[in-house]
Nanobody, 124 residues
Framework: QVQLVESGGGLVQAGGSLRLSCAASGRTFSNYAMGWFRQAPGKEREFVAAISWGGGSTYYADFVKGRFTISRNNAKNTVYLRMNSLKPEDTAVYYC????WGQGSSADYSYEYWGQGTQVTVSS
């Protein structure tokens, strides 16, 4: 089992920044590719970003390229999502997830473990 706990969400004005963190415990964190997903009210969950187990490969949804950066610190068992130039449409609950089989995927079914989510609200 891997337990994931997200933090760092909150209320921010459009154009502002936030850094989300996801702390992992349980099995060896460095064995897992990690992903961030989000779900806005009334919408389906969507892929945001992913990073391979070693951090050498990263993947982004088109709508966050150039604004968001995913990174990880395996010594701290933590993955981060730095979000800049936030827009009201970025408002959602953000979830981190762990994938023990791949190198990072945009498909949510690839991920075995999920956190509870952290709310991000961007005001206009």
């Amino acid at each position: 089992q891997v337990q994931l706990v997200e933090s760092g969400g909150g209320l921010v004005q459009a154009g502002g920044s936030l850094r989300l963190s996801c702390a992992a415990s349980g099995r060896t964190f460095s064995n897992y590719a990690m992903g961030w997903f989000r779900q806005a009210p009334g919408k389906e969950r969507e892929f945001v970003a992913a990073i391979s187990w070693g951090g050498g490969s990263t993947y982004y949804a088109d709508f966050v390229k150039g604004r968001f950066t995913i990174s990880r610190n395996n010594a701290k068992n933590t993955v981060y999502l730095r979000m800049n130039s936030l827009k009201p449409e970025d408002t959602a609950v953000y979830y981190c997830a762990a994938d023990g089989w791949g190198q990072g995927s945009s498909a949510d079914y690839s991920y075995e473990y999920w956190g509870q989510g952290t709310q991000v609200t961007v005001s206009s």
